[in-house]
């Protein structure tokens, strides 16, 4: 099972993640000689260094050299290592549960048994997508299900872009809300110095509201469609590409699903009872990663394969994350962080207070354009958000949560989100026409995206 870390690999078109990012090392190299180095004081807070607003002054600059550029590289591996491990390992665990076939199983027995009642299929199957986003970051899984999914609304009366949306949308807001994403909100709040999964509280309403927006966005548009078929939308696929989906799941396939979904709840109770950290839920993701194929019927050899080949599917964006930090290291070394945050702060502290986690997100989402991918974006941002909310009144939980829905929300309209691409092609669906029909709800998600901001700012949304 893949996730959006690497939901945006270098294509073959279009601009390369890696291309970018070596520009914006580069970059950052060049600012070295330009930006004036400079410090804040900083002070000891429930055992972590914080910024002392007030005390910033100017420092003798330390420029990168040309080989400290490259070498700099090696230097954001090894600092990003204790993330990129986590990475390919709960990715290597996704694989051996696609592997088991479970989930392909599960999508074909909910899809026969509900194939008379079409319009309850819509908000189940979506919540199964969303489900899936939240808890794992579906995302270039979808083209998977966009297959199965736009073939069967059409034989069912609806249009193509029902299909796709309920995969589509149902995913997003998932991965938007992040309840328990590791891959998004997990390495997030571990650069941040946040418990694992904190704060879950206000996401799991986020989670609610966004569910409900988009299955009733969904649904008014199927319909519209079911009532007047000449308002559909149809791209490449029709009916007679709907694949023969079986009315009964193995009990073997019952028996994994169930081992994953307690997975989650083993996870939530290690973090919240005994403080599990990173270490501790990569080494419960890949015992369950075991169990599950054992349950599934899959052979050790099977099993290993299984999880190279799910590890392998991230070791791009994994890759990515490294990079990033590669950025942080020159501006660290060249003393460049603190003059950032100072000139940031300046910007958005011009803001009305409760606006300043707005701001964030506004720069988040811009942000998500060049660099598509949700932890390759936590690893480049977070090491300075954190900081800078302090000083700006904002609790890095908040900080958090601007990141994450900058980064989910933008995924479902950006041209250089990978996955999203992909499924539009293989929808015969036009990004164009896409990009019309999604935006009244891209509108609304992102109105309701700064309303819980604002109300995460005026409560100063905590880590428990």
């Keep these: ?46 055992g972590r260094d914080v910024i002392a607003p007030g005390t910033f002054e100017y420092v003798e600059s330390n420029p990168v050299s040309v080989l400290g550029i490259f070498s700099s590289i090696h230097s954001g591996m090894y600092a990003g290592a204790n ?9 290597g665990t996704f694989g051996i549960l696609t592997k088991t076939g479970a989930l392909s199983s599960f999508i074909a027995m909910l899809s026969v048994k509900m194939a008379k009642r079409e319009m309850l299929l819509i908000p189940v199957l979506m919540l199964f997508f969303a489900f899936a986003g939240s808890l794992m ?5 979808t083209i998977v299900y966009v297959g199965i999914l736009v073939p069967l609304a059409i034989a069912l009366g609806f249009d193509s872009m029902t299909g796709f949306a309920i995969v589509m949308l149902g995913a997003s807001v998932g991965f938007s809300s992040a309840v328990m994403n590791p891959f998004t909100i997990g390495i997030a709040q571990e650069i941040a110095g946040l418990p694992m999964f904190s704060g879950i509280g206000l996401r799991i309403a986020l989670f609610v509201v966004l569910y409900i927006l988009a299955t009733t966005f969904v649904m008014h548009h199927a319909k519209k469609v079911k009532q007047d078929p000449s308002k559909g939308i149809f791209g490449t696929q029709t009916a007679q590409d709907v694949p023969k989906l079986e009315g009964k799941m193995p009990m073997r ?44 019927k899959l052979a050790p050899g099977e099993i290993a394969d299984a999880f190279i080949d799910g590890a392998r599917e991230l070791v791009s964006g994994a890759l990515i994350i490294g990079f990033a930090q590669t950025i942080l290291i020159i501006f660290n070394e060249a003393q460049l962080i603190d003059t950032i945050l100072y000139g940031v702060a300046a910007v958005l502290g011009s ?14 989402t811009g942000l998500n354009f060049l660099v598509p991918s949700g932890s390759g974006q936590a690893a480049l941002t977070m090491p300075i958000m954190a ?49 019309r029909w999604v935006m009244p709800f891209i509108i609304m998600e992102m ?7 604002v109300i995460a700012q005026m409560i100063q949304y905590g880590p428990f």
């Design 1 to 46: 099972m893949s996730t959006n870390i690497k939901e945006n690999e270098p294509q073959s078109k279009g601009i390369n993640v890696y291309v970018l990012i070596f520009s914006l090392i580069l970059f950052a190299a060049a600012l070295t000689y330009i930006v004036p180095a400079g410090q804040f004081e900083r002070t000891e807070v429930g």
């Design 387 to 435: 900081p800078l909310s302090e000083m700006l009144g904002v609790t890095r939980q908040t900080a958090v949560l601007a990141y994450q829905l900058g980064d989910g929300m933008s995924n479902m309209i950006f041209p250089t989100v990978g996955y999203l691409m992909a499924s539009l092609s293989l929808a015969g669906i036009s990004w164009s026409k896409w990009l």
């Design 83 to 91: 993330i990129i491990f986590f990475v390919l390992i709960v990715g």
């Design 137 to 141: 970051g579906m995302s270039d899984e």
């Design 253 to 296: 396939h019952t028996l994994v699903m169930l081992l994953f979904l307690s997975n989650f709840i083993v996870l939530m109770y290690g973090v919240k009872v005994h403080d599990w950290y990173i270490t501790e839920i990569a080494g419960l993701f890949l015992m369950y990663g075991v169990l599950m194929g054992l349950v599934g």
């Design 351 to 364: 803001l009305p207070s409760v606006l300043n986690a707005v701001g964030m997100f506004v720069f988040q």
């Design 447 to 453: 109105i309701v995206a700064i309303i819980f901001l």
